[in-house]
């Protein structure tokens, strides 16, 4: 069984920046692909961006392609979120997931990220 725990999540202003990690852990540990996804209030919860587990290949949503960059370290089954520029709309829950078959097998419970205008 895999278990992600996300970390990292506060309370930033405008313009700032904050890193989200996402910890991995059981008895064998690797996904196709890790991704984040993020949750505002009143909305579903959308695609923020992936990265290969193997290669470190990447992609983004357009509303976080060149804000936040994903990085992952495999030998401590970590993932990042680099999150610089914020804007108020970047406020969401924010979820790390693993892809382990054809679809988005495991979730953590979430970080909250609140910016202020």
């Known amino acids: 069984q895999v278990q992600l725990v996300e970390s990292g999540g506060g309370l930033v202003q405008a313009g700032g920046s904050l890193i989200l990690s996402c910890a991995a852990s059981?008895?064998?540990?690797?996904?196709?692909?890790m991704g984040w996804f993020r949750q505002a209030p009143g909305k579903e919860r959308e695609f923020v961006g992936r990265?290969?587990?193997?290669?470190?290949?990447?992609y983004y949503a357009d509303s976080v392609k060149g804000r936040f960059p994903i990085s992952r370290d495999t030998a401590k089954n970590m993932v990042y979120l680099q999150m610089n520029s914020l804007k108020p709309e970047d406020t969401a829950v924010y979820y790390c997931?693993?892809?382990?078959?054809?679809?988005?097998?495991?979730w953590g419970q979430g970080t909250q990220v609140t910016v202020s205008s």
């Open positions: 997931a693993a892809q382990v078959g054809s679809q988005w097998d495991y």
């Open positions: 059981g008895r064998t540990f690797s996904p196709y692909r």
């Open positions: 990265i290969t587990w193997s290669g470190g290949a990447t």
